[in-house]
């Protein structure tokens, strides 16, 4: 069964304090990693797909990397608009999807 | 404007009432799911269609039911719902291309079964 274990389950930061999400995961042959980020009552809104362990993809202040066994997340400089809950999420092969159970990340001005 | 809807937004209904949750995209997506979110859960995969009456089942598909008659619309059947199924319900869309496989989320749909 494919797993996604996401950490920490919560983060505060304060402005400008950069730091790194975590997500390990295992899955029948990776289609691909996404990474998303939810607002409160919201659906998720997309962020990055990555395919290939070594891939790295960069959007503002965001960065995810992908390594044959985990992704993470890097918030650089962050600012109180980061704050949210951040969901990785592994397709595998027949694509069937599995998310994470997120980490929520506040950030304080 | 590229959207997925989702009706209704919000409903309260008594078990064993059956209910159907439409889905509808703009964007003729191939690929068509449902999740439920719970707290501490994380959002949890209930059925997928890659194409006009192609379904398979997520990791919590007992208790739903699906069609794909139109590959716009992708409705999630609740034949006979209990206090269990009480949750958050999204429904997404996607392309199936390799490169280009963003989904995209509609609003949610808060489900309450009395």
């Known amino acids: 069964e494919d797993q996604v274990t996401q950490s920490p389950e919560a983060l505060r930061l304060q402005e400008g304090e950069s730091s790194s999400l975590n997500c390990s995961y295992t899955?029948?042959?990776?289609?691909?990693l996404f990474w998303y980020r939810q607002d409160p009552g919201k659906g998720p809104e997309f962020l990055f797909t990555?395919?290939?362990a070594g891939e790295e993809k960069e959007k503002e202040r965001l960065k995810a990397t992908l390594t044959k066994k985990e992704s993470f997340l890097h918030i650089t400089a962050p600012k109180p608009e980061d704050s949210a809950t951040y969901l990785c999420?592994?397709?595998?092969?027949?694509?069937?999807?599995?998310f994470g159970a997120g980490t929520t990340v506040t950030v304080r001005a | 404007e590229a959207q997925v809807t989702q009706n209704p937004r919000y409903l309260i209904t008594v078990t064993g009432k059956k209910l159907t949750v439409t889905c509808s995209q703009n964007?003729?997506?191939?690929?068509m799911s449902w999740y439920r979110q719970d707290p501490g859960l994380g959002l949890r995969q209930i059925y997928y269609?890659?194409?006009?009456?192609?379904?398979d089942k997520g990791d919590v598909p007992e208790g739903y039911k699906v069609s794909r008659k139109e590959k716009r619309n992708f409705p999630l059947i609740l034949e006979s719902p209990s206090p269990n199924q009480t949750s958050l319900y999204f429904c997404?869309?996607?392309?199936?291309?390799?490169?280009?496989?963003?989904?995209?989320f509609g609003p949610g749909t808060r489900l309450t079964v009395l």
């Open positions: 899955v029948s042959g990776l289609r691909g």
């Open positions: 964007m003729n997506h191939e690929y």
């Open positions: 990555l395919y290939s």
């Open positions: 999420a592994v397709q595998a092969n027949d694509y069937k999807l599995s």
């Open positions: 997404a869309s996607s392309l199936l291309r390799t490169d280009d496989n963003e989904q995209f």
């Open positions: 269609s890659m194409n006009v009456e192609v379904t």
